[in-house]
């Protein structure tokens, strides 16, 4: 069975950083494609960044590029999100969801919420 | 970036019926890599459709999925009380990924 489940959700200052983490399991983790997506309190879904399955490639929302970093360490099945410079805006609940060899997102786990408050 | 735009924003219908949600992207989707998802209140989006027109694994056979360019809809045949819920449409085909603003389907 598939799982993915997210974890580092805290309230922080606006200004500071964060980093998330998403354990993966139930499947070889170092044939997909992974990714962030999050969900503000009450609003829609937006895509927040991705990652190919060795970490060559890369890709960002503007609203996140230059402050967020995506990373996996393949031999801890894991997924992380470094966040910095962290703004009001970026309070969401944060995803992570496993893409298929197409690139839609078949698994997705519970969430981690970040709250940026002063 | 390609903007979805999702129409309409509720849309209120009866157990049994049928609805038609609409997704109209800005520009169009790269060879049909478009998805539909379905969330419901404190649950994780779960993938109905990719590809534009294919279920996934054990989604049910009332879930189609339909359009190509810049349409898309994503059919439910007949109502049924657990599929009331809220409806995403996203493309994937190109940089930066996107969603739609959503459909929200309620009871009637």
């Known amino acids: 069975e598939v799982q993915l489940v997210e974890s580092g959700g805290v309230v922080v200052q606006p200004g500071g950083s964060l980093r998330l983490s998403c354990a993966a399991s139930g499947f070889t983790f170092d044939d997909y494609t992974m990714h962030w997506v999050r969900q503000a309190p009450g609003k829609g879904l937006e895509w927040v960044s991705l990652i190919s399955w060795d970490g060559g490639s890369t890709y960002y929302a503007d609203s996140v590029k230059g402050r967020f970093t995506i990373s996996r360490d393949n031999s801890k099945n894991s997924l992380y999100l470094q966040m910095n410079s962290l703004r009001t805006e970026d309070t969401a609940l944060y995803y992570c969801?496993?893409?298929?060899?197409?690139?839609?997102?078949?698994?997705w786990g519970q969430g981690t919420l970040v709250t940026v408050s002063s | 970036e390609i903007v979805l735009t999702q129409s309409p924003g509720t849309l209120s219908l009866s157990p049994g019926e049928r609805a038609t949600l609409s997704c109209r992207a800005s520009q169009s989707v790269s060879s049909s890599y478009l998805a539909w998802y379905q969330q419901k209140p404190g649950q994780a989006p779960r993938l109905l459709i990719y590809g534009a027109s294919s279920r996934a694994t054990g989604i049910p056979d009332r879930f189609s999925g339909s359009g190509s360019g810049t349409d898309f809809t994503l059919t439910i045949s007949r109502l049924e009380p657990e599929d009331f819920a809220v409806y995403y449409c996203q493309q994937y085909g190109s940089s930066p990924i996107t969603f739609g603003g959503g459909t929200k389907v309620e009871i009637k």
């Open positions: 969801a496993k893409a298929t060899a197409s690139g839609s997102l078949d698994y």
